[in-house]
């Protein structure tokens, strides 16, 4: 598997991840007690698109150095707030966008090696 492959795994890693954590916040906010949100389609789908996400983050440490793809996974914090904001209107002022530069720019920092 060539460095494409693995960069592509991390993506995808990084996006199924997301989609789980999606999955995650709308079982939680079905309400109920722990014992029925675990049993609610939306956070099982959730936990099964986390287990993807792992697999395929296992998939991108056979080629990425883990110094580089583990705070690669980070960008998942600055689309997910976006996101948050669209789906359930949580905050997005000047606090977040700063913090979400600063994310972004580390990223990328780290990929200059």
Known sequence: MG???AYAALAA???VGIGGQILLKY???AGGGIAA???RPATLAGLVLY???ALLYIVA???IPVSIAFPSVALSYALMAVIAHVLWQEPFGWPQIAGLVLITGGVAL???S
Do not use: T
């Open 3 to 5: 460095y494409g492959w």
């Open 13 to 15: 890693a990084i996006l």
């Open 27 to 29: 079982g939680a906010d």
């Open 37 to 39: 949100q675990l049993l």
């Open 51 to 53: 287990a993807v996400a």
């Open 61 to 63: 440490l056979r080629r």
């Open 110 to 112: 780290i990929h200059q």
